[in-house]
């Protein structure tokens, strides 16, 4: 089983829309999460960080984490086409310092 | 405050040939670190640096890939000699001693090896 998964999309959303995205770990003692967005060609950008169970927002972007269920969302909303990019969710595996990253899922605001 | 910064962006070398990537933390970020991404795949880790030492390198694919942090600044990734797998984007990343996690990137060095 892969570490974090993600689907890879594309994931087609209408403007102004909720975008939601997902993205399960296998590593049960997981501690911190993150989303990253990665622009064609540019390098991952950190958004969002969460660390314990529940809902983070900022601005338009909220993080949800769900460590039983082993998971971790992504919600955009009122969705612009900017947002268009590639989301990358990534989690520290508590054993040692490193981040594992998925593979990314592919977004796509439809204006 | 100046981003983290990797030189080349881009390099094309033969098979064989030995390359030299180099980054540049954000400044007083002690911890640095290299990831790999070869086409169609994740990202993924290659090693961490604290300040000069190498804090993990389980990432490392072989003793082809040498990595060096003098004086705990900018930090060098040596490719020698170079394989045709060797190709992807090499990024760097670093992060501050206090928030261990939240890593800032860098804008990557595609590496092509012909």
């Known amino acids: 089983q892969k570490e974090v998964e993600q689907n890879s999309g594309p994931l087609s959303v209408p403007e102004g829309a909720i975008a939601s995205l997902n993205c399960t770990y296998s590593?049960?003692?997981?501690?911190?999460f993150f989303w990253y967005r990665q622009y064609s060609g540019k390098s991952p950008e950190l958004i969002m960080s969460?660390?314990?169970?529940g809902d983070k927002e900022d601005g338009r972007f909220t993080a949800q984490l769900n460590k039983a269920s082993q998971y971790v969302s992504l919600l955009i909303r009122d969705s612009q086409p900017s947002d268009s990019a590639t989301y990358l969710c990534?989690?520290?595996?508590?054993?040692?310092?490193?981040?594992?990253f998925g593979k990314g899922t592919r977004l796509h605001i439809l204006p | 405050e100046a981003g983290v910064t990797q030189f080349p962006s881009h390099s094309v070398i033969e098979k064989g040939q030995t390359v030299t990537l180099r980054c540049d933390p954000i400044?007083?970020?002690?911890?640095l670190y290299w990831y790999r991404r070869v086409m169609g795949k994740e990202i993924k880790f290659l090693l961490h640096?604290?300040?000069?030492?190498?804090?993990?390198e389980s990432g490392m694919p072989n003793n082809r890939f040498l990595a060096e942090r003098t004086g705990g600044t900018y930090s060098t990734l040596k490719v020698q000699p170079a394989e045709l797998e060797d190709s992807g984007v090499y990024f760097c990343?670093?992060?501050?001693?206090?928030?261990?996690?939240?890593?800032?990137f860098g804008p990557g060095t595609r590496l092509t090896v012909t």
């Open positions: 990343a670093s992060s501050y001693r206090g928030s261990l996690y939240e890593q800032y």
């Open positions: 590593d049960r003692v997981s501690q911190s």
């Open positions: 969460i660390y314990s169970n």
């Open positions: 990534a989690v520290n595996i508590a054993r040692d310092d490193k981040i594992i």
């Open positions: 400044s007083g970020h002690d911890n």
């Open positions: 640096f604290v300040k000069e030492s190498k804090q993990d």
